[in-house]
């Protein structure tokens, strides 16, 4: 069954750095979501794309962050100067359409992002 | 936006047990997910139900659209149902298609 992968698994930065987050959605999906979520809370909405651009984002996403689809399987989030409130687990999801204006979401495994 | 309340914050079963989560939502949803995230932090899908009933193994779930509500049920419980179980909608006025979630319900089984 086709999943939504994301590489690395983990990673850890000194505050300051840039770091890329990969995705790669299941083919044939058409909207991308990243989410996050702090240790302990709920998973807050990113930013959603679609056809190459940003369709929808949220007050988190702010200058520092933004997202990519260089080429037609992945698809990135970069945040340019992390913070170390920026630690948490990022989630890439992908969105199937059942039609009607009924839709599913799938997660990746997500990245765990540690900032020091 | 939408409001997602989760019932209980926490439950703690023995093996062999069944259960019943709660999710409550503050407007119409166009969508409504049940995730459950295991200890490695994955979220896992586990069913997409905006309205009606719905049965997978041991798990169900049941969702009240008019009364805006939708319940999972866990029946006899095993350790690797352990996790948080997330409910996620997406509200039907809202604009795009972001998911909201709740707090989540943090599930312990005991053998």
């Known amino acids: 069954e086709p999943e939504v992968t994301q590489t690395p698994s983990h990673q850890v930065t000194q505050m300051g750095q840039e770091v890329i987050l990969r995705c790669v959605p299941i083919?044939?999906?058409?909207?991308f979501y990243w989410y996050r979520q702090i240790l302990g809370q709920k998973v807050e909405f990113l930013v959603s794309?679609?056809?190459?651009?940003?369709?929808?984002k949220s007050e988190i996403f702010d200058d520092q962050f933004s997202v990519e689809r260089p080429d037609g399987s992945n698809f990135t989030l970069k945040i340019r100067s992390t913070k170390l409130e920026d630690s948490a687990m990022y989630f890439c999801?992908?969105?199937?359409?059942?039609?009607?204006?009924?839709?599913?979401?799938?997660f990746g495994p997500g990245t765990r992002l540690t900032v020091l | 936006g939408i409001q997602v309340e989760q019932s209980p914050p926490d439950l703690i079963l023995q093996e062999g047990a069944n259960s019943t989560l709660r999710c409550n939502f503050s407007?119409?949803?166009?969508?409504l997910q049940w995730f459950h995230q295991n200890p490695w932090g994955q979220l896992i899908n586990l069913f997409y139900?905006?309205?009606g009933t719905k049965q997978n193994g041991r798990l169900s779930a049941t969702t009240v659209a008019t009364e805006r509500y939708s319940l999972l049920y866990i029946s006899s419980s095993q350790t690797t149902d352990s996790g948080v179980y997330f409910c996620?909608?997406?509200?039907?006025?809202?604009?795009?298609?972001?998911?909201?979630f709740g707090e989540g319900t943090q599930l312990t089984v005991n053998p």
């Open positions: 083919s044939n999906h058409l909207y």
């Open positions: 794309f679609y056809n190459n651009e940003i369709s929808e």
């Open positions: 139900i905006p309205s």
């Open positions: 999801a992908s969105l199937l359409s059942r039609g009607q204006g009924r839709w599913e979401q799938f």
């Open positions: 996620a909608v997406d509200g039907r006025f809202a604009s795009g298609s972001r998911l909201t």
């Open positions: 407007d119409s949803v166009n969508n």
